[in-house]
């Protein structure tokens, strides 16, 4: 898989139910070990809670799924929230919402509709990016022709990450261009003066 939907960062959002808070945290993982990391956190932060519901989308194939009821009735927490991940495609996200109890029963029902939106409003508040699987390279080139590569370097598509200086200068860049039609490009400004030594690929949102 080349591409795949995530969310742009980590994200709160509260609403207020019939005296209930909802408290919906967003995280990005991408190890299941993480979710109990990341609960752990929301119990720091939101010490003393009634309930810390879950849901997870492990996996750029999706396939690794988790959710917690964390002690709500069966099926009306943990499920309503990965259901919110599912239908919006997202992979490598947690969203826990921390309830703090206000009295008032909400039924089956009610408590589907409150943890569905608190999930939701928890997901559009940190938005919705496509990881596209990028190529890094770290390319060296003479100080001679710095400001020519680096000019060609300064356009959509690409980010140079850093530049190390030494006998020659070293510009470690990412991309989401095709790969050898970007080196070609480079090998054809620098006549074949450079050095490009491709690093392992990751997901990046551009």
């Known amino acids: 898989m080349m591409e795949y939907l995530s969310l742009s960062k980590c994200a709160e959002n509260e609403i207020v139910i019939q005296k209930s808070r909802f408290i919906g945290l967003a995280y990005l993982i991408a ?18 809670a009634s309930h810390y519901c879950f849901g997870a989308v492990i996996g750029i194939d999706g396939l690794l799924q988790r959710f917690s009821d964390d002690g709500e009735p069966s099926g009306t927490a943990g499920m309503p929230i990965l259901q919110v991940l599912l239908q919006k495609n997202l992979k490598n996200v947690l969203v826990v919402v921390v309830r703090y109890f206000g009295g008032i029963k909400l039924g089956a029902g ?48 690409i980010v140079i990450k850093e530049m190390s200086y030494g006998e ?31 690093l392992d690929s990751v997901y990046a949102s551009w």
Request: glycine share 6%.
């Open 110 to 157: 009610g408590l589907v509709r409150a943890y569905t939106r608190a999930a939701t409003e928890t997901v559009n508040a940190a938005g919705i990016v496509k990881m596209v699987l990028s190529s890094q390279a770290v390319v060296t080139v003479p100080y001679s022709l710095l400001g020519s590569v680096e000019y060609f370097l300064r356009q959509p598509g």
């Open 31 to 48: 190890r299941e070990e993480e979710i109990s990391l990341c609960i752990e956190d929301a119990k720091v932060r939101y010490p003393n």
């Open 168 to 198: 020659k200068v070293d510009i470690h860049l990412l991309t989401n261009h095709d790969w050898n039609a970007l080196t070609g490009k480079l090998t054809d400004i620098c006549s074949g003066n450079l050095e490009i030594k491709r």
